[in-house]
């Protein structure tokens, strides 16, 4: 079946601008991820979704991140006023939430690099 | 604070030979851990993972891991490395502190296979 999908796959702005980056999961999956994957690191958490609970915003990095996700489903990653430490690969994940949280398996998509002038 | 320490950044081993890459960790709480592989340009792919079961865990394409409490490591291993086992390797513990659960990635192991 269709696996986790994002888009766009690359995205180049200018700093101070707005972006948005969208993460469609795998159908049924209850639980949605969003990490951040600079040059040279591991992944660093920013946000988790499950169901309808509040989500986790525990690793958002400043006020300029959001995400929200809609209907249980797709999910949006915003970055306000762009910087160049922005830049990086966003990688969006779902699970099934069946598992409890963090014995789940994940299941990820290719990434956005988002590259920042 | 838990954390993950993969050993090695890089590492080579010729086609047909043995494949250990290494990761330890640190964690307050009985953590669940995962090694997840990343092909150039593809996303993240659950090798295996440790949920207090077995400690030896076997996973896709060979691969097997053993979780040793007493050591804090998780390595990786294959007995016989193929040319499309290169790839970044990511070490992954999962844990709960502070009233919140948490997924630490390690930097990374990038392997390389020698024809």
């Known amino acids: 079946g269709a696996g986790v999908s994002q888009s766009p796959s690359n995205k180049v702005t200018e700093k101070g601008k707005d972006v948005e980056l969208r993460c469609d999961p795998i159908?049924?999956?209850?639980?949605l991820y969003w990490y951040r994957q600079s040059l040279g690191q591991g992944l660093e958490f920013l946000i988790y979704?499950?169901?309808?609970?509040?989500?986790?915003k525990s690793g958002l990095p400043s006020d300029r991140f959001s995400a929200e996700r809609t209907g249980g489903s797709v999910s949006t990653l915003t970055i306000q006023r762009t910087q160049q430490e922005d830049s990086a690969v966003y990688l969006c994940?779902?699970?099934?939430?069946?598992?409890?949280?963090?014995?789940?398996?994940?299941?990820f998509g290719p990434g956005t690099r988002l590259t920042v002038l | 604070a838990q954390s993950v320490t993969q050993l090695d950044s890089h590492v080579s081993v010729s086609e047909g030979t043995p494949v250990l890459l290494r990761c330890n960790y640190s964690?307050?709480?009985?953590?669940?851990l995962f090694w997840y592989v990343q092909h150039p340009n593809k996303g993240l792919q659950l090798l295996l993972k440790?949920?207090?079961?077995?400690?030896l865990v076997k996973g896709i394409n060979g691969f097997e891991a053993e979780f040793k409490k007493s050591e804090t490591s998780f390595h990786l291993t294959k007995p016989s490395a193929h040319m499309s086992d290169a790839a970044e390797y990511f070490c992954?513990?999962?844990?709960?502190?502070?009233?919140?659960?948490?997924?630490?990635f390690g930097t990374g192991t990038r392997l390389k296979v020698l024809a």
């Open positions: 964690s307050s709480y009985s953590p669940s």
């Open positions: 440790y949920t207090s079961a077995a400690t």
């Open positions: 994940a779902s699970s099934s939430g069946t598992s409890g949280r963090w014995s789940d398996t994940q299941y």
């Open positions: 159908s049924g999956h209850t639980a």
């Open positions: 979704f499950q169901g309808n609970s509040a989500p986790d």
């Open positions: 992954v513990v999962s844990d709960f502190t502070s009233g919140t659960y948490k997924y630490i």
